[in-house]
């Protein structure tokens, strides 16, 4: 009997710490829609672009659509569209103020361009592309459907490519409870972060960034890959004085001169990779120290 009554209260007592380890695994993060369906591409494949959003409602004054809108395709029940059909919308983009790159030119300004390299780079990758939403059919004519905008990444817009919907992988997250911020070379590829969603230059926790590694490099989606950068000297994608890693007047100098290459390489995060096209892999940054800059490294986990 007493024996029966202490198991009880040891089971009793042990009730919290199994809720809590539930409660820990249930907190690890997730991705969300918006991470798979808006993350975007870059690649070098071909995307058809003989469907696309032509029209829409109050068109007379309208020039964008948005979650709710009901828009017009030139696709219809001759090339197999019925109601209830889903499609993707996405839109090839370029930096159309020239500021940073010019990928559609060879004839590149680096000084215009965050690091010297970054237009040819972006240029290898092949064409970039955002995701805008999908689009349900709800009347479906021979030569063209009314479909209504079910899921908005950002507005839609005459000229948008429509492809029939597709499913995507939704890779399995880890904690970054074990993030090694001294983590050593893992050996495998190597590559560069060449430029953020929508050309952004700094990025961070819950940002998507384009690397110059893809599924010819043998990413997948799935993969991680840890960011990081050397503590340089000369030029660098951080603004920094030369020298400002080792020597700095009147704040100290060392007793040698020490390259980024003599010096450790400092990790910044790590990130998960939503899609793999050939040359380019979408990444989803899960956790970061600090700003992650373009420019800076990534290598495979």
């Not at 409660?23 to 070098?44: E, F, H, N, W």
């Not at 469907?51 to 809108?69: A, M, N, P, R």
């Not at 219809?76 to 059909?85: A, E, I, P, Y």
């Not at 948008?160 to 995507?168: I, L, N, Q, T, Y």
């Amino acid at each position: 009997m007493r024996r029966n009554i202490l198991m009880l209260a040891l089971s009793l007592a042990l009730l919290p710490v199994a809720a809590w380890g539930q409660q820990q695994k249930a907190a690890l993060p997730l991705t969300t829609q918006r991470d798979i369906y808006c993350s975007g591409m870059v690649t070098t494949d071909s995307v058809p672009r003989g469907t696309q959003l032509v029209s829409g409602e109050q068109s007379q004054y309208k020039i964008t659509f948005d979650q709710g809108d009901y828009v017009y395709i030139n696709r219809g029940t001759n090339k197999g569209v019925k109601v209830g059909d889903v499609f993707s919308v996405m839109r090839p983009v370029d930096d159309v103020t020239g500021i940073k790159i010019q990928p559609l030119s060879l004839n590149y300004d680096y000084d215009e361009a965050w690091f010297a390299s970054q237009g040819r780079l972006l240029h290898d990758m092949g064409q970039m592309w955002e995701d805008e939403g999908r689009l349900k059919v709800v009347m479906a004519y021979p030569s063209m459907s009314i479909a209504q905008i079910t899921d908005s990444c950002d507005f839609m817009q005459r000229g948008d490519v429509v492809e029939p919907f597709a499913e995507r992988p939704v890779p399995e997250l880890k904690s970054e409870v074990n993030f090694d911020r001294f983590a050593p070379p893992s050996g495998n590829k190597r590559g560069v972060i060449v430029i953020g969603k929508n050309f952004k230059s700094v990025s961070g926790t819950n940002d998507i960034v384009y690397v110059n590694l893809g599924s010819k490099q043998g990413l997948k989606v799935g993969d991680y890959v840890r960011f990081f950068r050397f503590q340089e000297n000369g030029d660098s994608n951080v603004y920094q004085t030369p020298n400002m890693g080792t020597d700095v007047w009147g704040f100290g100098t060392a007793s040698g001169h020490y390259s980024g290459k003599d010096l450790p390489r400092e990790v910044l995060g790590e990130g998960i990779v939503l899609r793999a096209t050939p040359n380019a892999a979408t990444v989803l940054v899960t956790f970061s120290l600090r700003e992650i800059y373009d420019g800076d490294y990534c290598e495979l986990e």
